[in-house]
């Protein structure tokens, strides 16, 4: 069981970084043994993928749509996963959730987005201003 709570989202200006914080409470497993993610929904449209990384923070995978703007890292000894944003555009503004699976295997998260993930956050909302 993975309890997750979002932090960090905020309104911002185009061109501004911003990062996102994600703690994470695990009961029976360390946290190492879970992949965590990013993910983002915009109003009115589906909730997609952004970024995942493994749970030795060795390995990720990002939407094409950030590659080169956003990095996601994990402190496996704090519980928690992080998203730098950098040089936000207006079209980056959704909600951003946490997602944590149990299997190991992220490309398989990259590919499947949303339906490879078994654990969810709250959001927590990101706009950015033109």
């Known amino acids: 069981q993975v309890e997750l709570e979002e932090s960090g989202g905020r309104l911002v200006q185009a061109g501004d970084s911003l990062t996102l914080s994600c703690s994470a409470s695990?009961?029976?497993?360390?946290?190492?043994?879970?992949?965590l993610g990013w993910f983002r929904q915009a109003p009115g449209q589906e909730r997609e993928f952004v970024a995942v990384?493994?749970?030795?923070?060795?390995?990720?995978y990002y939407a094409d749509f950030v590659k080169g703007r956003f990095t996601i890292s994990r402190d496996n000894a704090r519980n928690t996963v992080t998203l730098q944003m950098n040089s936000l555009k207006p079209e980056d503004t959704a909600v951003y959730y946490c997602?944590?699976?149990?299997?190991?295997?992220?490309?398989?998260?990259?590919?499947?987005?949303?339906?490879?993930?078994?654990?969810w956050g709250k959001g927590t909302p990101v706009t950015v201003s033109s």
């Open positions: 997602a944590a699976d149990n299997a190991p295997n992220i490309y398989n998260k990259y590919r499947r987005g949303v339906a490879a993930m078994s654990y």
């Open positions: 695990v009961v029976g497993r360390a946290i190492s043994s879970y992949p």
């Open positions: 990384v493994s749970g030795s923070g060795l390995s990720t």
